[in-house]
């Protein structure tokens, strides 16, 4: 799991999105009932610009796509530019490193059952951090999936 997350992420190898929502499925299926849109945790623009993609978007594309699942693909924007938090040791610095980085302006989520998806939890930070953008911007629940979980 590991290298092909690698793989999607730093080597350009895209086509990795569909067997990586496909993987997700087991997990978000039963949750289907209970999510109105999805969303990927964002980039900073100058990682998007350097990287080309959010390989969170592209799984996301994908799940949407097989699950009928709206997703808005720049609802939350990431507004610093923080050190990747594979950089970031430990469970506070990680909290603190992506603490106010993401904002939502977007009204389509107030009301909404709204589905984060990222590549890899590690500490969870990164999607509590982008989950207290969407419920500042009104969203009834928030829920987050990621493709792996590093231990």
Known sequence: MRQAIHALKYKDVTALALPLAQLLLETVE???????????????????????????VLVLRELGRILDLPCLESAVQRVRDTPSQVQVGGWENRRENVRGAFRCQDPRVCGQRVLILDDVCTTGSTLVACSESLYAAGAASVRGVTVAREV
């Open 30 to 56: 039963p949750m289907r009932a209970h999510v109105d849109l999805a969303v990927p945790v964002p980039l900073h623009s100058r990682r998007l610009r350097a990287r080309g993609y959010n390989q969170a």
